[in-house]
């Protein structure tokens, strides 16, 4: 396994330089091209030392305590990956590390989008230009988790990482599908207030065809949320930055819920963002039934696929078809790329399983 590691951190550097010798041999490089060579720079630079494989059993915790003490000495021993972690801070930083590390017991769910963060922190201890630092700090340490948006510039900072942890745990537990969702055994979803009847129905949609339920994601996140009027805006949030579920909702219910920013420079063609944001007009009137999540649809044999791109082509006339294959590239990628096109791109999904989605573009003739 080390070998099989180190294997593949070659192959990358390889690759990192390969695409570096690209850019370089043409005559005019452009500004998008210019700042990614910043970042493989920035990527080859980093020096990583790959630990040996470490055995430990989640059943008996056999090897818990030795893996811990692994995990400890590569955070204080591996500086260009934990830069902030054992080093002496100013006593006016450490002071906002402070503020920062108690910001959870004021809010009513710990968690807060980067600006309103950002605003906390600097209206009280000021220090503007060190607010990145002095967060990062905070989150090598483990004591917050702050998550950058993928392909945008916004951040969400999880006050309580073992919070965020206790909800991710409580919707992809491993008995999920075999003894927790059993009514009579588990008195959570009564003490909820969720009947018997409904809970049913909510359990067959979610385990057979992946369509959880508002009320039944209430119950299994009843002890670690409170007040039902944070409930859709925090799972909105999960959705939008950890790309785990989608709601499901006509297009024009979901643009009316977020609304996406394209900037004018992608019509340049420069390296640019596509921005998705909660619409602020309908923030407090979010609500929305069943959610999709990728991770318990159902799979689709490679027999049943051929036959769904039939059925599907014999309904068009002219045909170009684009496929990207992967040997090692995880489902969870694959999971997390159906969320995000599903929220940022003008698409819509006829049908969407495990490990395929059939789909066409909203406005055009593309499918």
Same mark, same amino acid.
């Given at each position: ?224 949320? /409170? ?67 990728? /991770? /318990? ?71």
């Amino acid at each position: 396994m080390n070998k099989f590691f180190k294997l593949y951190l070659k192959y990358r550097i390889d690759r990192i330089e390969h695409d570096m010798h690209l850019i370089h041999s043409l005559q005019t490089i452009s500004s998008s091209l210019s700042d990614r060579l910043k970042t493989y720079l920035a990527l080859l630079n980093l020096h990583i030392q790959i630990e040996p494989p470490h055995p430990i059993s989640s059943l008996t915790f056999q090897g818990i305590d030795e893996l811990y003490r692994i995990i400890q000495q590569c955070v204080l021993t591996q500086k260009t990956i934990f830069p902030h972690v054992d080093r002496r801070l100013p006593t006016l930083w450490a002071e906002a590390n402070q503020y920062i590390e108690s910001l959870a017991d004021s809010l009513p769910v710990p968690y807060l989008l980067w600006d309103d963060f950002t605003d906390r922190v600097v209206r009280k201890h000021g220090l503007p230009n060190l607010i990145n630092d002095m967060a990062m700090s905070v989150h090598d340490e483990g004591k917050i988790l702050v998550i950058n948006e993928i392909a945008t510039t916004d951040r969400i900072v999880f006050l309580r990482p073992s919070w965020l942890t206790d909800l991710l745990y409580n919707l992809f537990r491993h008995d999920m599908s075999t003894t927790y969702l059993d009514y009579e055994k588990n008195e959570i979803f009564s003490v909820s207030n969720l009947p018997e009847a409904r809970f049913q129905v909510y359990k067959t949609e979610f385990l057979q065809n992946g369509l959880l339920h508002s009320e039944l994601l209430r119950s299994l996140w009843f002890s670690l949320l /409170y007040k039902k009027e944070h409930f859709y805006h925090l799972w909105l949030t999960l959705m939008r930055f950890l790309l785990i579920a989608y709601p499901k909702m006509n297009k024009e219910q979901l643009k009316r819920l977020v609304h996406v920013e394209t900037p004018d420079s992608l019509r340049t063609k420069e390296n640019s963002l596509i921005d998705i944001k909660q619409n602020p007009d309908d923030r407090e009137e979010i609500k929305f039934d069943y959610a999709v999540v990728p /991770y /318990y649809l159902p799979f689709i044999h490679r027999n049943e696929q051929r036959d769904e791109m039939k059925r599907f082509n014999n309904c068009l006339i002219n045909i170009i078809t684009i496929r990207y294959t992967s040997q090692s590239l995880p489902l969870g990628f694959f999971h997390r790329f159906s969320v995000s096109a599903i929220l940022r791109l003008n698409i819509i999904y006829k049908k969407h399983w495990n490990n395929f989605i059939v789909g066409e573009h909203e406005e055009k003739d593309i499918r």
